[in-house]
Each structure stands twice: as C-alpha cells, then as structure tokens.
C-alpha cells in the first residue's frame, strides 16, 4: 500500500498545475468578458479555443484516454489531473480536451467504435475540432429505469430511422457540436437489457431538431454548449451508423460510465478544493463585530470539516480508479456507486458553506461558487438519482448473507 | 390556548383560497410566456397588473398592513394569508399588493413617514400603482454587521448627499420602480447604532445608476424587478427627504425587519406546502422497476420529514406573529430570530428533495421548483447570514445564567 | 388562535414549579444516595414516596387524568405540566402519579375496565399505592407490526390460558408492581385487526416469572422498576380478567397510546430544557484557551439550534394535544405520529450536545445526562420505530393525491 | 499509487482471521457467561487469559509496537490488524496484548523509558502479564486545553510528590493494573507547553487512593477494568520514576496520541463492520408486514450509506498511517486529526442505524450493539472534543492564506 503518486502522474501534475497558473486562472476574466459580449448565447468564447491550441502544442491532451488513442493514462493516473482540471472546471477540461460528453463519447468509438466511425468522428474529436453529445435522457419517462427509455431507432432497409424525445442534452446547444450519440430501443421485445442500442447521428440529419436549452437553476450553461431539448422524427441514417450491435446499448452505456464518474469526481473535488480556498480566503478578508470572519468558531468548524471531507472523497475515487485498472470496472462497481452517491454530496456541502462565507457575492455572478453549485447539485440526480444507486449498492451488501438468511 | 383561526381570518383565506384556484394558478402558464416573449428583460408581464386589478375589486389587498391604510389585519390574521400567496410567489404576493420591498417600505412609510412623505410615495404604493425599492446592502463590506455600512449621507445646506456603492436592491431593475429608501451613515462619529439614517432617493435623481442586475444562482429575478447594483454618485435630494430622525436608521431598521421576517417565512411554508404536493404528485405518476416512485421507502421518508417540518415551521411562525402582536417586536425577538435561522432551511430541504423527486426536470425552468429553491436559499444570507442570528439567540439565551457564572 | 395558556393551568403550573423547587430538585442528590445504598436493586427508595405524599397532599396528582377520577384536565392543560416533571424524570412524574406505565393503565382501566376491575386495581393505582405494567412487546418477533405478537391468551371455560415471552416490560422488576396488563391473541384466524386483546395478569399468578432486567445502554432503570423479561407459561386468569372485548386488544392499544406520545413527548421537551440550561451553566463555569467554553461560536450554535428545537417541538406537541381535545385521537393521528417521529430525536440532538460540552462528566453518572439520553434514545424504538410511523404518514400523505394518479 | 496491502500484512490478517473464527468469536459467548458468574465486578473474566495464552503462542502478540521489542510492524501494517480486532472489541484486543492503554504506555516506555523503567514495567507489560493506566483527565478542569491539567508533581529531595485527582483513568479498577503514567505540572510557571512532566506511580503507593470507577451511559466497562476516579495525596516516589526530563510531559503525550488514534480509530472500523454485517442479517432475518425488514427502502439506504462510510473512513485511517510512516507525526498532523474528527462520528452513525434495525434488542445487553456505541461515543470526547481539533485543524488551514491577508 502506498499513497504517493508514481513519477509520470507528479510530472503531469507540475506541468498541469504550471499551465493552470500561466495560462488557465489568467484566461477566467477574459472569458467572463468574452461571453458578456458574445452575441450568439451558444458560442464558446474564442479564449477557450486559444488555450486548446496552447494545452495541445504542450502535449497537455487527452489525458483520459488510455492506449494510444490518448495519453496512455491509467484512471489512477489521470484522476489526480482531472482534479486540478476542476479547479477551473468552465475552461481547463475543455483546454486539455478532457471535457464531458466528448470524453465518454470517444471512449466509445474506441472501444466500440467501427474503423469509419473512427475516422469520419474520433478523429476530429481527437483533435479537439468538433464537439459531441450523447442523447440518452428523456422528459417523459423516469430516466433512472433504462427500461423505461421510449425512444425507437427501427432498422428499415439499409437505414435506422429514430423516433422519440430527449432532453438535457449537454453541450448540443453548440453548433460545433457536430454528432450525436443516441440511445434508443431497437428491439422493445428483448430481454431488459438487450433492447437498447447506440446510433450515430449528424447533427445536421434531417429531422433532428434542437428545440430549446434546459436551464439548471438558472443557468443556461451556454458557454459549453448547454443543454438541449432534442427531438427525433423519423431521423434516418445509414445502418453502419449503429454502434457495436443491435442490443448492446446497455453494456456500452455501462461501459461508458465507469470512468466518467471517476471523472466527474475527481473534477468535483478540484471544485471543492477551490471553493474551501476562496472560503479562507474571503473570510480571512472581512471583518464583523471587529474581527476577520475566519476568526468566528462556526466558520472554522466548516473549514475543517471541508479539508476531512475532501481528504475522504478524494481518496475514495483515487482507489475506484486503481480498483477499475487492476480489477476491471465490474470488480469495481460498488466503488464506482460509492463516489457517485458519496462526493457530489459532499462537494455540494461545501461549496454551500463557501456560498454562505460570501453573503450575497456568494450567489452572484461576480464568483464562481453558485454556478459551480449548480453544476455539482445536479450530480445527484445525473445517470440516475442517488437513490436509486444506494438501493442497488445496499442489495449488493445483502446479498452476502442472503443464503444464510434463506431469502 | 387555541389552535384555530379566528372567523375573520378563516373569511379571507377562504377568499384568497377561491381567488388562487380561479386566477392565479391559471394565469401562471400565461406568465411564463409573457415573461419569455417580452423583449424588455426587466418588465412584469401584462398579466400581474391584471390581476392586481381583478384582487383589489374583491378587496384581496394589503393585508400586511395594519391599521386605517391597509386591511387592518393582526400579524397573526395576515400570516396565514401570505403562506396562501407563497404557494404562487412569483404572482400571488404582487396580485394582493402584499409583495416584498414594497411592504417593508410601506410599513416605515406609515409608521416614520412625514406627512408630505407619505402623500407622494405611500399613496400610489398603497395603490400599486409603483414600486419601490430599499438599499441597504453593499458589496464592499460584510452588511451583516450594520457597522459596516459604509454609504454616506451627508447634510449640505438644505440638501443631503449621497454617496456610496449598494447590490441586491430587489426590485430596482423594474422600470416602475420610483423611489428607493436608501440606510447610509449620517454621523460615522456617533455610537454605533446611531450612525444610520434612511432617505427617500427618486429613482431620476441625477447621479443615481442603476448598474446592472445581480444573479441568483443563475436567476435574474427579472420578473419582479430584479436585484440591481446601484451606483449613488453625488446624489443630493432635498433635506426632507429623510425619514425620521437623523440617526434613527437602525431602530427603522429593526422595526421593519420583525414583520419581514413574518411574511418571507410564511410565504416560504408555502412555497414547502407546494413543494410537497408536486413531489407526492410526481412520484405517483411515474413508474421506476415496475411501481410508482412514490412506493418508495426513502421517497416516503422525504414526504413524512416535508410533512412534519412544515407543521413545525407553521406553528413557529405563527407563535411569533402572535407574540409580535401581543408582546410587540421587541419582545418577540427571539422567536423572530427562530424564524428566520430555521424556516428557510427547512423548506431549503424540502424543496431539495422535491426536486430530487422530479429528476432533472426539478432542476429545470418547466418546473417552478429550482427558482424558489434558489430564492428560498437566499433567505439564508439575507438581512445577515443565519450563523449571525444564531450568536445572537444564543448569548440571549446565556445570559440568564451569567449573573450566577460571574461572567 | 391564541398562544397564552389558560388560567387553571397557569395556576397549576405555579404551584408545580414551586413544588419542583422546595421539594423534586432537593430530593435528587437523597435520591442517588439511597440508590446507592440500598441492598435490593429493584426497591424504589424512600424518598419517592415522601415527594409523592407531599404532592397528593398539596393537590398535586392524577394530572394526566380526564374526567371525575383524575384532575379533570385536558390534554392541552395537562401537557405543560407534564413538561415540567420531565426535568426531573426519575423523580417529578413518579412524585404526582403521573409516571408510564401506570398513566397508560389507569386510563385503559379507566375507559375499559370493568366495575370489578376499577375497583381492584385502578383504584390503588390512583391512590398510588401499587405500581403496573403493559406487557406487549416480545423479544422473538418485530412487535412494531402488531400481527407479529405471538403470545396466546386461549379461552378455557372460566379461565384464560396465557403463553408466551415478553421483554422490556417496564416497572415489572419493581416488587411493588402488582398487575400486568398483557396483550396477545385470543384469535389467530380473526382478521388482522381482531386477533388481539388484552387481559390484567396478577404478578403472583402461577406460570409468570420474571426472568431478568433488560438493560438499556448499560442502564438498568432499577428506581423505577427497570424493564423486565417475563415469561408466561400456561398462566390461568378468571375470564373476567379480559379488558372489554375478545378482540378489542388493538383499539385499546391505539386508544392507550395517542395520550402516551403527549406525555413521553412533553417529559422528553423538560429534559430538553434542563440539558439546555445544563449546557449553559457548565459552558459559562469552565475555560479553555483563556475564555469560557460558552465564548465558543460552536458552542453557541449548538445553544441557538437547542432553543429553536425546543419551541418548535413544544408547539408541535401542544397543538397535537390541542387536536386530540377537540377532533379526537383519530383527528390528531397525524400529529400523533409527527411527535413521535420528531420530538425523540430533537431532544436527543440537545442532549448529545450538552453531553459534548460537559467532556467526560457528559457520559459519567455525575450527571444525568447520559441517563436521560438513554431514555430519549429509546423512544425512536418504542411504539414501533420511527420509520415505521414515517412510512405510514407517508402513504395518508400521499392517499390525497391517489384518485387523481389513478393509482 | 498502490491500495493494495503487502505480503506480510496479508499473511497477518490471514493468521488473525483465522484466530478470530477459531478462537475469539467461540468465546465470546462464555465472556458473557463468566462476566454475569464473578463476584468482583472488576476482574477479567479467566476466558481473556486463555485467549492471551493462545495468540502468543501463534505469535499473534503485540503488533502494536514497532522495533525489536513488539512485532517490528509499521503503522501501515498494523492498521488493518487492529480493524479485525475491532470486530470483538472486549476481547480480540487484549487476546493479542494490543490493547489501550497499555499499547500507548508501552510505546511511551519504549521511546522515553529508562533502562530501569522498562525492565520493570515495561517487560511485563511486553508479557501481557500486567495491566497499566494512563492517569491525564481531571474532573475539575477542561482538560482539552492541556493547560488546565492541575495535578502537581513536586520536587522534593530525590522523590516527587504527587497532589492531585483524575477520572476515567481506564483500566485502573483491574487488580492486575500495577502501574500508573501520571501527568502533571512539575513547572506552573514555566511557558505553557513546558510545565508537565509524566511520571510513574505503582499501584501500592501510599497516598494513591482508587476513588470508584466512573461510568460510560451506564456501563461499568468492568471486563477490562473500568474507569476510575483516582485520588493522589502527598504520593512519593523515586525521582528516578520521571519519565525523560522535566517539562517533556506535553511533547510525550504528543507522540502517545498519534498512534493511538490510529489504533482506536481502525478498531472502530472494525466495530463497522460487525454493526453492518449485523444490521443485515437482522433485517434479513425478522419480517413486518409480510416482508423482510431488509426490502424496506430506509434500511437499505442505512445499508449503502454505511457501507461507503466505512470504506471512506478506512482509507483515510491507512493514508493517516502510511504518513506517519513516512513523514512522522508531526507531517501526519492535519490526518491524524481528521481521523480524530470523523471516525467516531460515522462509526457511531452506523452503529445508531443498527441498534434502531435491531429494535428492542439493539439497546439491550443481548447485542454488543448499544455497549459499542457507548465506548465509540465516548471517542468524540475523549484526548479533547472533537471540537477543538476541528479548530485546530481550521487553522492550520487558514495560515496557508494569512499572509496574502495580512492577518
């Protein structure tokens, strides 16, 4: 057992946190400028596609791409870099070309992904040149059910033609966003869980309609895309547009979320780690009743439970991620439940302390801390509530001594 | 000792009950879209005015106000009245002219205005013909502590002038916002808490700027004016303009927070009692493996908990007000500290859970649920953090053993 | 509505006060002494029934009582006084004969017994001359789902056969307890609701033994009786011995227990209070780091938060009793159910609190802190678990909304 | 980065699994059976020596200690020992002579004992063949604020003389505890962290008065000695029984604690774990309303949410211990007390939630639940509440920034 990080990881993080420093914290006022003045409420901030020419010409790319596709990164490897990322989570995924949905996206084509698909949407994703989305929740039905998803994609002929609703679509409010990956039923007679397929849709199919953004407490989150009401009518594509076979949605999609959550959680804890630094900071800043806020034993007491909170948190992805590279996301899988129900909550806890420290600065556009809040509250509820994955966890738990019980 | 309402109360609630479910839940829809096809981002859709007018012809209007100007209602006659409004807040307070800053700013107008005062800016609120503003709170210093405030108001002649930098002054981005109470420091040199005064400033005054509206996790609130920064550069008004005594700030202050404090509640249990009723709704219509979410045993926990606390907060608030009106302000304090130290937690939770209940729909702009989240989080921090109430409460509670301590 | 308590019981908790005064709070440190010294670990000592002579004779007594054999008072007069004994809850309740279980009996005794069985055994109880039990819960079967109670009470001829085990029987290990109500089934293959009833039981029966003392956290409540295993085995009782009906046991039960959640919810918001003025006076009378403990800004949240609970708490409990004096228990069952679920658990919150800030002494038996927390502890079991009261508020929640899902 | 253990602690984990199944849990029940037979209530039931004999001979003995004289095992390697010997706390620890708080005295020997002092005292302690206390809480004084420790050793001639009273001095009522580390002040005026100085006092010191032993909510802990009020008066002894050098009393605590610390809390882990594996089968086991307790949403949520407690609490224990490993103590401080913080507090969580799974039985003395609890509870007190390490911890956190603030 050790808990030092290997050599590569401590480079990349010197060069990761040296780029932060340079280039990333230096850019935030730019960008709030930028979206300020943008006419367009869905265009990313030309600043953001500066420092992508910047991360990529420093080989900062990629990181969350194993093999040679990426940068060869165990997950142990690049969740200490998906951190810092956090840290300055509207500009630093997307400057090393690790943001979501782009990153699960292209897991997919590589794992699953034919030649073609390969070429004609890895690659440029690869390379930072277009975006992506991946159309799986809908409106109308409860989500957390994967059999519940309506949506058909119908083979006629050489083509699919898809029909159905979803909606919080993230980041295909962008124009760049150029392919979709939608999930859908192509055979609502199967077994649970070999009805669903993945299909590749372009963004400009006909049918395809981009209705509206989906807020999230007020936000738009126009600056990466948003989040889009997407709606299907006889879409059709050609056959070879499937990914993988007809009925392995479900798998692919269980496949795709192992390391998106490490992701997530690992971002989310360069967040809280940011919002626990702008709490001491700000606190130790203004005075009331004659002394510095930071002196108030309550403000302390936050202080300290947020440092023993984000310590737990971070050490239970880091060992998910070891556990996904030596035993396999499966061997890993009450791991990969525990920080999903686990650190979005407590990153949430924290960041509404930070909040609160800031009085009304604290919900305001003036700092970072509602939005990221809002980003992170929705956590909970993103790939299924919480609920429902402790509910899964806790029979898992059970299971062991069922026998004994005879249930 | 009697839990029932009184006649004349249950008489207005059954009127207030009967004009909600026949124009104001109706005309939620068409508010929605008013607000999305208005092309100033700051004016009240259409449909406010009209039913403003539809409530002050069946004498549903100014219940706060007690005594000959408005309904003549106790606090405790009123508070179940505004819970009633708090179940459509972005409509129902504003129909029945019972919206906030308006009514703190009415209630100093009656009891400190002058004469001259009262004709030219109490009347046509009274009336809803305007709305108003208070600025109190600034972006530079820790308001929490009143000491802090550090806008000047200074005596020149037959004029005073004011300068200083205020934020999150509700309500000032609507255009028909007239007339701004604005707290500034007429004598930083006296005691503390004789520092204040409060003046009347026209929204035209020259030197004035209404700078930008402020956020709220994402929310302009530009439905109801908004919350501005405001600039007051030089701006000199006549010496009559200010509201009392010089120095009399603070004690104004304190008089207009206790029934604030009353009604921001009340409306928020029932913003919870709504809250409620969409969680229970939403999970009975949707089905997860096989049953509806609300067979859930954790969701029926969430219920049972909203259920209880709500009564609690209920009976809390409704103590408070009848200790306001039996006892007065001064005697109620401790309990109007309660107030506002636990209800808006409380229906920060319940709503939390009802929008974990409605997956992402709860956090989106098809349900009302995340915006009064958003506004019941801010009760947290207005009018000073909770954590400052809870030293206060809790060194009142102390010193009833210091004598005998010897501390 | 109206928040003042009336004239009879403002009187009466005058005059309760100032017997807790001159007699209850002196008597405590006799009280520890004569449990220390005493040889019989189940005798009461002696100075309980000298506080119980001076009561009955200042007119202190049956408080708990409706109607001509008690102090005529309603639940709402007699909660407040209640509350008051709670502060000191090994001595105050047991001094005015208004300590459980003997409450519960005489008011089953009194609404159900026979002219035969008032006269045998509920008067000495009023007189406080013996002491009783309620044997319902068993140690083999979840007793929260009262079908699970196993124990048989067969009709033979004159007599009824009674087999079965009970635990956690409190009072039973007193000597002085001389009657036993006890429930079981009298017909297994009624329906659900009409298995039970319920049959007095003299200790001296042949067949019933005593077995042990159960323990709660290390406690074993030997003043008063502790909580008693007992076995019953082939124990015979004349017929008349049964309460009301064959069948009748579970609406005795329920109308046993609405009375029962006041008083133990009442008594738990006294100790409430004293843990909270427990807390200030040791938190003014010690220092750490140059200043008193009270001078903590922890500490102080924990003595605002105390307060807050208290209030809400007691009005909850209060309109409850409120409810069950004017709709009726069936009126109050919510209510019911919500102190239950909500006071144990505030008041344990407070009390683990001021344990906290006595250190060492908190969990010592130099205090009764940790004692009373015991108590309140169990409270979140008694009856049923919390959950299970949670659940079942839930779905009478959730049944206003059934007809309209259609579920 | 490795989450994996290395070879010898798996071979020892291996060894002691093996010896838990075999040994310790056969006995636990005839533990209970000697406990409820003696006649003094404080000797060791004769089950524990034979268990002693046992694990020595299989070389299961002192891990605790490092170097020649104990198992020579790190922090690391020790840690996930103590955790199996947590699952039967009053035995497994003592069995492998690794129990407190004869494992801090013996380090505390080993790193500042003289040679006399450990062939004395420390040997047969190595031996396990006495017991040892460790006398530093005082009952009239906070003594989470070392300062107030009021106990005086004084100089005189070639012996010290020791005034002074403790309590909770744990294992003090064990005939066997022949030998007492006291602290005291052999300096008042020199500066604060130089005044105290520990000292060793046998058991048979005239003066040394053993007052009774303190309880635990209820418990006598009288299996493994208790813990006692212990009374010094003018008590003599060699000058040569001074541990190290004057003044040096706060820097040995010091390095007691840290270790400590990581024992106490990966024994609580181990307590967890029992608490969860029996909350499962508990609720697997019993049925209300026709299905097993398990199926009820609200105890799986307890299930899961424990489950990643314990597995967020375990890795922050070994990261603690893998510090101290490589950096000492003191690099290990900001862990070492957010172990301190969090540990007792989850683990007391889950024990609550298995204690309510298991009803009645949970508080009673036929689950080892409720007395778990007790002694877990205790932890949050105990080496200063957690309290005052959050602050501690809070400013460590806040100097990082104190600088750029000029505070």
């Known amino acids: 057992m050790d808990f030092a990080f290997d050599a590569r990881t401590e480079d990349l993080r010197g060069q990761l946190l040296e780029f932060m420093d340079s280039h990333v914290y230096p850019a935030e006022a730019v960008f709030h400028e930028q979206l300020a003045a943008r006419t367009d409420p869905w265009s990313p901030p030309p600043v953001v596609g500066e420092l992508k020419a910047e991360a990529r010409n420093r080989g900062l790319w990629n990181f969350f791409l194993p093999g040679d596709h990426g940068a060869g990164l165990t997950n142990l490897q690049y969740a200490p870099l998906a951190e810092i990322t956090g840290r300055s989570p509207h500009l630093a995924p997307a400057a090393v070309n690790c943001a979501a949905p ?33 159309a799986m929740t809908e409106p ?35 124009p760049n966003c150029q392919i979709f990956i939608v999930m859908g039923k192509t055979d609502p007679d199967a077994p649970a869980h070999k009805q669903q397929s993945m299909i590749l849709v372009p963004r400009d199919t006909p049918g395809l309609t981009v209705v509206r953004g989906m807020q999230v407490f007020g936000y738009t989150d126009g600056d990466h895309g948003g989040h ?33 959550r490490i992701h997530h959680c690992m971002r989310a804890i360069g967040m809280a780690e940011r919002a626990l630094e702008a709490m001491c900071r700000r606190t130790l800043s203004r005075e009331t009743f004659g002394r510095p806020i930071a002196d108030s034993g309550v403000v302390q007491d936050w202080i300290a439970e947020a440092r023993v909170r984000i310590e737990q948190q971070r050490l239970l992805v880091l060992k998910t991620a070891w556990l996904m590279d030596t035993v396999g996301n499966q061997g890993a899988h ?3 439940q525990a920080i999903k129900i686990s650190t979005p909550l407590a990153v949430e806890w924290i960041l509404d302390k930070a909040i609160q420290a800031h009085g009304a600065g604290g919900v305001s556009q003036d700092f970072p801390l ?30 062991k001594y069922r026998t004994e019980a005879g249930k």
């Open 102 to 134: 782009d990153t699960g996206n292209m897991e997919v084509l590589t794992m699953f992904g034919s030649e073609q698909q390969k070429k004609q949407w890895l690659e440029p994703l690869l390379a930072g040149e277009i975006r992506s989305a991946f």
């Open 334 to 336: 009450t791991e990969i």
């Open 228 to 260: 889009a009401e997407v709606l299907f009518e006889d879409v059709r594509v050609p056959a070879e547009n499937l990914i993988a076979d007809e009925g392995s949605g479900f798998a692919v999609a269980q496949a795709r979320l192992g390391p998106g």
């Open 140 to 174: 109308d039905v409860a989500s957390s059910d994967a059999r519940n998803i309506a949506t058909s994609i119908r083979r006629e002929g050489d083509e699919y033609v898809i029909n159905g609703r979803k909606w919080y679509i993230t980041g295909a409010m962008n």
């Open 370 to 399: 509602a939005e990221i809040w809002a980003g992170v509250r929705t956590l909970r509820l993103a790939d299924g509530p919480d609920e429902v994955h402790k509910r899964s966890l806790a029979r898992r738990e059970l299971k």
